[in-house]
């Protein structure tokens, strides 16, 4: 990895998790303490999607932010992840247990995509649209900073994003 062209898997994290709170605090409604806590605890999907992106790439010896740094990614990692979601749904839907689907899928897809979108930032950016133009450089989505100067920013970034996390939240329970 080299240093400033690589987004740290917190800021990943971080804004992985931010994004999913924005969208499904803004799509739900706290009806009661109980979802409001089950719809923060599944914060945890997009925690960990949020970083995927790149250990599928470290696991299988990918090359680095090539297939699974796309769009088309996004979407098949969602697929795959949607499968297990259905089963649970309808498993779930046996015991009488109402499951809304949406909300994980939310939160994996929350967590892929952004992390593709905050690696746009950087230096080298990724291959967005793969395999249209993958053998031309990379280019960044939208380059309106660069990381090239090391982490000097991503501290903060992750810091702040976190902050309006919680602020999220309180106002969405309490
Ligand atoms: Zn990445």
């Excluded at 994996?108 to 993958?134: R, V």
Aim: charge should be positive; include cysteine; aromatic fraction near 22%.
């Amino acid at each position: 990895m080299i240093e400033g062209d690589v987004l740290r898997w917190k800021t990943h994290r971080a804004i992985g998790v931010f994004t999913y709170s924005t969208v499904i605090t803004s799509l739900y409604q706290a009806q009661s303490k109980l979802f409001g806590f089950i719809l923060l605890a599944l914060a945890v999907i997009p925690f960990y999607s949020s970083i995927l992106p790149d250990k599928l790439d470290s696991t299988f010896d990918l090359e680095h932010r090539g297939f699974t740094h796309s769009f088309l990614c996004s979407l098949v990692a969602t697929a795959i992840f949607f499968l297990p979601v259905v089963l649970l749904h309808f498993y779930l839907k046996s015991l009488g247990i109402y499951f809304p689907i949406l909300i994980p899928l939310i939160g994996f897809y929350c967590g892929y995509l952004f992390h593709l979108i905050a690696d746009s930032f950087t230096d080298n950016g990724i291959h967005f649209l793969w395999p249209i133009n993958k053998d031309q450089k990379r280019q960044p989505l939208y380059r309106l900073w660069y990381y090239s100067d090391g982490y000097r920013y991503e501290f903060w970034i992750t810091i702040f994003t976190y902050i309006l996390t919680f602020l999220i939240w309180k106002k969405f329970m309490f």
